[in-house]
């Protein structure tokens, strides 16, 4: 595969930084959408793949390169999956403290123990053309106290990964991406393309 230039649909560096980690060797320049002008795509979408393959192809179509997108978000058993595909704007202010605050007081309130949950992210590949590849990554984990952790974002601080046997907030990068929903998902990229 020859190098190419890749668009991550995202203006987020953290992101950028994560997926190039994971993607260590893979024959790519990645940059973000604010590095070429492309416009936000606003997620419309009911679903996570919905939402991912929207911001893929939208992208591509907008700056002529392969563009890459991902949907994630936490999914609460118990409370049917909420918050979903509206993570980042679970709580009217949608900044992570406000959704960590509404997410743990909701838990509170339905007198709920260590509820089961899951990190959900949907990747999608596409090329200006229309979508190329699309994976699925999950993590399984519970909701608990927040145990103020200080690295990751998100819902990171109260998602407790058995496998780590730490909050993802406490776990490093390294840690985090070797067990999480976008390692997982980007690792199967990298496997679909690169056989």
Not at 17 to 30: H, K, Q, S, V, Y
Request: glycine fraction near 12%; charge should be negative.
């Amino acid at each position: 595969m020859a190098e190419r230039t890749i668009v991550l649909a995202s203006r987020n560096r953290g992101k950028l930084r994560e997926i190039e980690r994971i993607l260590e060797g893979f024959p790519a320049t990645f940059v973000t959408a604010e590095d070429v002008g492309a416009p936000e795509v606003e997620e419309t979408g009911e679903t996570f793949e919905e939402n991912a393959r929207k911001k893929a192809v939208e992208t591509a179509a907008a700056t002529g390169h392969w563009a890459l997108a991902d949907d994630s978000g936490l999914a609460v058993d118990a409370l049917g999956g909420a918050p979903g595909v509206r993570s980042a704007r679970y709580s009217v202010e949608g900044t992570d403290d406000a959704n960590n605050a509404k997410l743990w007081r909701t838990v509170q309130e339905m007198a709920l123990t260590r509820p089961s949950a899951r990190f959900v992210c949907v990747i999608v590949l596409a090329t200006p053309d229309g979508v190329h590849t699309e994976v699925r990554g999950e993590v399984e984990g519970v909701i608990v106290a927040n145990a103020g952790g200080t690295e990751g974002f998100g819902y990171d601080p109260l998602f407790f990964s058995p496998e780590l046997g730490k909050t993802f907030g406490e776990a490093t990068a390294e840690e985090k991406s070797g067990v999480s929903h976008r390692g997982r998902a980007l690792r199967k990229l990298r496997e679909k393309l690169l056989g």
